[in-house]
C-alpha cells in the first residue's frame, strides 16, 4: 500500500486536532461491514433468508421485474427469483447498487418488527459481537466521550445495522442504509424509501441529513466508500480491502487502522 498504519492513540490525536479545527457540530461518519466488524453482516442475514425460504410472495412481483431487467429468469417463487439474482451478482452479471438495494426490499410483506428480530437472528448466527474491530471500538468511545455525533452509512439493509448497532451498544445520531417504505402498518413494502446508500450515494444521503455539518473524519473498508472518504478531514481506511488501497494512493491525507 506504501503507508504505515496508525495507532488508534496516533489517530486520535489527529481527531482531537480536527474536532478544534472544525468546531462542534463536526460529525463522524462510519461504515459498517468490514469497518465496524468483520464480514458482511447484510449479506449473511440475506443468505439466512434464502436457506430458510423466509422471503414472501409480496416481493415476488418485484424481484421477477428486477430478474427480467438483469437478464435473470424470473419464473418461480420470491426465493428462486432472488437466489438466482445473488448468483448474478457474484457472476458480475447484476450490478451491485441495485443488488444491495434488492436485499433490503425483497423482505417485503414483512413488518418492521418481524425484520428485526429476523435480523437479530442472523446478527446471532453471524457471530457478530465476536468480530467486533476492537480499534474501532476506542475510536467510537472516543466520539461519546467528547460528544462527537456519529452516523452510521451502510449499503446493507437498515434493519440489520441497527440491530447491530443495538447489540454492540454503540451510540449513534443516525443510521443510514437501506430503507424500505412501510406503510401505515408498519409493513414493508418492494422498493427503498431514499435512495441507495451505496458508494457516491452514500455521500449524497450524508450530506441530505447532515445539512452543511461537516464531516471530521469517515471510515471505510472498501472501494464503495473512497467517495465519503475523500470528503471527510481525516479519511480513515480501515483494514482497507484491495479496491480501497488503490484508490487511496492519491490521497495523502489519509490514515490507516489495522491491516498493516
Not at 436457506?51 to 431487467?69: K, N, P
Not at 437501506?178 to 424509501?193: F, K, N, Q, S
Request: with cysteine; net charge negative.
Amino acid at each position: 500500500m506504501g503507508r504505515d498504519a496508525v495507532t488508534t492513540d496516533e489517530l486520535i490525536l489527529r481527531l482531537e486536532a480536527e474536532r478544534v479545527r472544525l468546531g462542534e457540530h463536526a460529525v463522524i461518519a462510519t461504515d459498517c461491514d468490514g469497518t465496524l466488524w468483520s464480514g458482511d453482516a447484510g449479506e449473511a442475514m440475506f443468505e439466512l433468508a434464502l436457506a430458510e425460504r423466509a422471503l414472501r410472495d409480496e416481493a415476488r412481483s418485484a424481484l421477477a421485474t428486477e430478474a427480467r431487467a438483469s437478464g435473470v429468469p424470473s419464473d418461480g417463487d420470491a426465493n428462486a427469483i432472488a437466489a438466482r439474482l445473488v448468483d448474478a451478482l457474484r457472476a458480475g452479471r447484476y450490478d451491485e447498487g441495485r443488488a444491495f438495494a434488492m436485499m433490503a426490499w425483497a423482505f417485503a410483506g414483512f413488518s418492521g418488527g418481524e425484520l428485526g428480530r429476523f435480523a437479530a437472528g442472523a446478527l446471532e448466527a453471524f457471530e457478530l459481537v465476536r468480530r467486533r474491530r476492537v480499534e474501532m471500538e476506542h475510536v467510537l468511545c472516543w466520539a461519546k466521550e467528547r460528544g462527537v455525533a456519529v452516523y452510521l452509512v451502510s449499503a446493507s439493509p437498515h434493519a440489520i445495522i441497527a440491530e447491530a448497532a443495538d447489540m454492540l451498544g454503540l451510540e449513534v445520531e443516525g443510521v443510514l442504509a437501506m430503507r424500505p417504505v412501510e406503510d401505515r402498518a408498519g409493513v414493508i413494502g418492494a422498493t427503498l424509501a431514499s435512495a441507495p446508500t451505496y458508494a457516491e450515494g452514500k455521500v449524497a444521503r450524508l450530506a441530505e441529513v447532515l445539512e452543511g455539518r461537516p464531516v471530521l473524519a469517515a471510515f471505510g473498508d472498501s472501494g464503495w466508500d473512497y467517495a465519503m472518504l475523500e470528503r471527510a478531514a481525516v479519511p480513515v481506511a480501515v483494514y482497507p480491502a484491495p479496491s480501497l488501497a488503490l484508490r487511496i494512493e492519491g490521497l495523502e491525507r489519509v490514515c490507516i487502522l489495522g491491516g498493516a
